[in-house]
């Protein structure tokens, strides 16, 4: 399958401060999603990209899909103690399938 | 709307047992996913459904078999339940066309000993 290379694996921070993390993929994708996971449930989607060169924002986070399509960028700014989770990337190209990074485990310190 | 729900939340099982896995949605999707979800993996998609009975193979469907006898149901099925199959199962669905993501269960946590 597609691997997609997600990091940092875990970042720890002050509350207050922002965030970035980033995926990388093998291959070209032409839809790039950005999930975050609460423990013992489901991922939830937190921004849909689908055009390179994208930025797009949902309250405190902007994401981007990246010009060579094959990779994508997540920034949180002036996080919060509810930020806290594990955040996930993902991939589609022109099949059905989803492709998923191995997470970013963000702890934020009051 | 209840969304996407999965039955059962947790379940232990021996060695060579079997046993169905149950997703359902109420949004009327066509598109239905199972995945499995270990530390440090991801999420990898195990078999998946464009519609009522349809089913296709996912990165990692060795061991696995599915149903989808109805549109609102997708079913994940162990015939011989192995150590390597302890994991969290997730289920998602989504509308077809573009822009239009998946919806994730809350899981499902299956150990076999």
């Known amino acids: 399958g597609q691997q997609l290379n997600q990091s940092p694996q875990s970042m720890f921070i002050q509350e207050g401060e922002d965030v970035s993390m980033n995926c990388t993929s093998s291959s070209i994708f032409n839809t790039w999603l950005w999930y975050k996971q609460d423990p013992g449930e489901g991922p939830v989607l937190l921004i849909a990209l689908y055009k390179a060169g994208e930025l797009t924002s949902n309250g405190r986070l902007t994401a981007q899909f990246g010009i060579t399509r094959k990779d994508s960028f997540l920034n949180i700014s002036a996080s919060i103690p509810s930020d806290v989770g594990i955040y996930f990337c993902?991939?589609?190209?022109?099949?059905?399938?989803?492709?998923f990074g191995t997470g970013t485990s963000l702890t934020v310190i009051p | 709307n209840a969304g996407v729900t999965q039955t059962p939340k947790f379940r232990v099982l021996k060695t060579g047992q079997s046993m169905t896995l149950l997703c359902a949605q109420d949004m009327n999707h066509e598109y239905m996913y199972w995945y499995r979800q270990d530390p440090g993996m991801g999420l990898r998609l195990i078999h998946y459904?464009?519609?009522?009975?349809?089913?296709a193979k996912g990165e990692v469907p060795d061991g696995y078999n599915v149903s989808r006898l109805k549109k609102q149901n997708f079913l994940l099925g162990l015939e011989s339940a192995a150590p390597s199959q302890t994991s969290v199962y997730f289920c998602?669905?989504?509308?077809?066309?573009?822009?239009?993501?998946?919806?994730f269960g809350p899981g499902t946590r299956l150990t076999v000993t």
């Open positions: 459904s464009v519609g009522e009975g349809t089913t």
């Open positions: 998602a669905s989504r509308l077809t066309g573009w822009g239009y993501e998946q919806y």
């Open positions: 993902a991939g589609r190209s022109t099949g059905n399938q989803f492709y």
